[in-house]
């Protein structure tokens, strides 16, 4: 079941990409949408996917009756983003929907001046060039943003709050969205270097790189993992039995841990 707050935001994106379509739909028979994701279709973004058609249905569009969806998925590989969106372009879409972060949106951007781009960030849009500002977005671009990238700091805050004893923390980003992960990093190891806490890095952009990013963590046994913002780790799919092998082995690194202290 998708989780209302996402379920929310996704519901407001629809909303948001349908205002051009009203116009569109005066001048064309059915408005084509142009979608474009840096990851590709799987479970977790067929729950998304569903939750951005209702915002559209809520709008007056519904997918193959009155609107045409085109979709481009980049397979997690980022360097096909703006041949992606080109294809969007050539296609005359009336908007394009550039989600999972950052890298969409900019390949959007330089492709286009004038075809409307929505998008969902989780760093500053106005900091990364998307828009002037966020009262006054300006040009072709808007959307919403989370901050997330400039929330790490009071996640390792809330972390030490929730197991004061720690001390080592690991943190897993990926390359794949460097800005994401310089933001990231740049907050986080302040933030731990206030707290008298050691930061020990791991990148992963393949689902090969987590198993090791996860071996390096059974192995050394950190205190606790901080997981940075991405959209791979959070939408592939084939990711999963690696996530669940790993909590088993960070429970077991606690369980030893406490062992310890117990004895």
Do not use: C
């Not at 209302?4 to 379509?21: E, K, N, Y």
């Not at 901050?147 to 030490?160: D, V």
């Not at 969205?177 to 952009?205: F, H, P, W, Y």
């Amino acid at each position: 079941m998708l989780d209302p707050r996402r379920r929310q935001f996704i519901t407001l994106l629809g909303s948001v990409a349908a205002w051009p379509l009203a116009a569109h739909a005066q001048q064309a028979a059915i408005p084509v949408i142009g979608f474009l994701n840096p990851t590709w279709l799987d479970a977790w973004m067929d729950r998304l996917l569903r939750g951005f058609r209702q915002g559209l249905k809520e709008t007056g569009f519904v997918e193959g009756e009155n609107v045409a969806i085109e979709y481009r998925w980049a397979d997690n590989q980022i360097d096909r983003l703006p041949a992606l969106a080109g294809e969007l372009v050539r296609r005359q879409v009336a908007v394009i929907v550039a989600t999972g972060g950052i890298p969409s949106p900019l390949a959007a951007k330089a492709a286009t001046t004038t075809i409307p781009i929505v998008f969902n960030v989780g760093d500053d849009p106005v900091r990364r060039g998307l828009i002037a500002s966020l009262a006054r977005p300006g040009g072709n671009l808007t959307g919403t943003n989370f901050f997330g990238a400039e929330l790490g700091a009071k996640r390792l805050e809330l972390l030490r709050e929730l197991v004061p004893a720690v001390t080592r923390v690991a943190v897993l980003v990926t390359p794949a969205d460097a800005a994401n992960t310089e933001t990231t990093l740049r907050d986080v190891e302040a933030a731990a270097r206030a707290m008298g806490l050691q930061i020990q890095v791991l990148n992963a952009s393949t689902s090969r790189e987590i198993d090791s990013a996860f071996a390096t963590v059974v192995r050394e046994r950190p205190d606790a993992l901080l997981v940075g913002p991405g959209a791979f780790f959070v939408s592939d799919a084939s990711n999963w039995p690696t996530w669940q092998h790993a909590a088993t082995s960070l429970q077991h690194i606690q369980f030893a841990k406490m062992s310890k202290l117990v004895d």
